[in-house]
């Protein structure tokens, strides 16, 4: 009899302790060959080849390392469902967790990329079927000579990699945050300044989007539509609909066409539809009140859609409800015409803001103080809060660390994606405001792609003008 604890680890208080020597070596017997021969490359392994490409040829000499990251755990023995990093995924197509993409400096200024990855599990030692994590719990794992083709890299077994970096000579980058046993194999080799400038290098690497980008985020917008079509479904006009039900069919529809939701579905009515980032999504979302759901569809390559629309439940706006939302869909119109190449990022958050404050002087929220001046003195901003929009790809806050002048104090240009997302949100505490106001939340957010002459939104399959918006509505409910 043996002890598997002896080589693989196990639940503390598992209910079988040992394996006798003939189960172990039963085990090990009688498996069919399931090794796949006849691969073809993914279909994004052009792309990540010239984006390594362009990544060798921003750091000569000098040795780069990308970790994916490991799983977090959920509790005990429970993981969160794993994603990788998202630089990793960029430059390899890969979603294993543990992986490591080492770019080696070469004698040409040009560097070697390898890919470090677990291997298939070992039946010798019973992993397999005895490790938590083994092939018969977690799933058949891709074998190193399979990745190679899939990949279009070398790759190598993921337990050499920690050794192998601890005896690097010569500079070394790391994108730091993902994998603790990484960054402690290369603590005296690197500098927190060297990977601050890797990572803001590697997040502006996805300003422009690619053709194999366009087409994912093009995809993801798609499905999102279809998301959006199947909650006005459920959605009842005479009765209350939780919150819940909203999210959960939604989710059915990430999952079913996508890899899950490319980011926690708001699903907020009434009142909580003041709230930015409403995700408890506890209420319910009933006749008379407003709905805005904030969701996209992250596609099975993990490029998300992030789309806004603000309905009512009941399917015809009360006079009040369309006054702000028509507002706030003039303050889109505005921002989505700011959206072209040559302008500044700025210009379009800019162009919806100035509308919003235009109508929200109007109507007598700061006294005899004109737009210009509201606008001027930020003031609309405590009924708008937020920025009106922001990178989007394989983040749903893309290029967030990539360099401000390239970014928000940058231009736009062709191949960017970027959403537009203005709103106005009337808190219910908010005194300064006429009651009826109060509670009431409206945002319009699309996706956008700037284009050689102006822009295309990606979601346009989604109505956005209020009437609009209602014929959808009966349409979709009979």
Known sequence: MTDPADAIKQRKNGLTRVVSDELAENMRQGWADTERRDLEPIPQAAHTARRRADLSARFPGERLVIPAGNPKGRANDTDYPFRPSSDYAYLTGDQSEDGVLVLEPTEDSGHEATIYLRSRSNRENGEFWLDGHGELWDGRRNSLTENERLLGLPCRDVGMVADELSEATGPVRLLRGHDAGIQAALRDKVTAERDEEFRTFLSGMRLVKDDFEIAELRFACEATARGFEDVMHVLGKDDATPERIIEGTFFVRARVEGNAVGYSTICAAGPHATIMHWVRNDGHARPGELLLLDAGVETNNLYTADITRTVPVDGRFTPLQRKVYDAVYAAQEAGIAAVKPGAAFRDFHNAAQRVLAEHLA??????????????????????????????????????????????????????????????????????????EYRGIGVRIEDDFMVTEDGNENLSAALPRQADEVEAWLARLRG
């Open 362 to 435: 109007a109507w007598g929220l700061f006294g005899d103080l004109s737009a210009d001046k509201v606008f001027e003195l930020g003031l609309h901003r405590r009924f708008t809060l937020a920025g009106t929009g922001h990178m989007l790809g394989i983040d749903v806050h893309d290029c967030a660390q990539s360099r401000r002048e390239d970014h928000v104090d940058g231009t736009l240009k062709p191949g960017m994606v970027l959403t537009v997302e203005p709103g106005i949100y009337f808190q219910e505490d908010d005194l300064t405001v006429p009651e």
